[in-house]
């Protein structure tokens, strides 16, 4: 888990374009983020939270897909002081996939920015996706060395 006391922050957001239902849009990011609450302002959909446990979706499914190399890499990319971000494929998110783009043109209907903080920001960056040797992360419990199998995303806290 990130270490206490980081001022992590995530801030969530999308556009809600004029042929798009606000309920599939709440939806969709409800399915990834559900604990956060999610306002609309004019057209734009934002949620805020301070909870890292409320972005553990978006981990595990970056360790599912095998991703973890690419969203490290963007995230330190878009780094700047203690703040990074992510931009989501929306399309792929209205059907259970996590997929980034690195503008909003590249997503048809806008992508989901996630806004991510913490001081130092490098301890939310390796929690959220870190380092790899060859796909499998490097820092590991001693049982997955000992067994030689890949480690959790909970095991890796």
Known sequence: MI????????EILTRIGPTESEEKIRS????????VAFERKGAIIAGKTS??????KLRMRIFEKRV???FRSRLVSNASGNETFLLLHKQALSVGRVSIVDSEEE??????????SANPLFS???WLSPETREGIPLRRLPDSESNNKEPTPEEIE
């Open 107 to 116: 997503s048809p209907l806008g992508a989901v920015k996630v806004v991510l």
């Open 28 to 35: 969709m990011l409800f399915a990834l983020f559900e604990d």
């Open 51 to 56: 909870f890292p446990s409320d972005i553990e």
């Open 124 to 126: 939310l960056i390796d």
């Open 3 to 10: 270490p206490e006391n980081t001022g992590f922050c995530a």
């Open 68 to 70: 973890l190399d690419t």
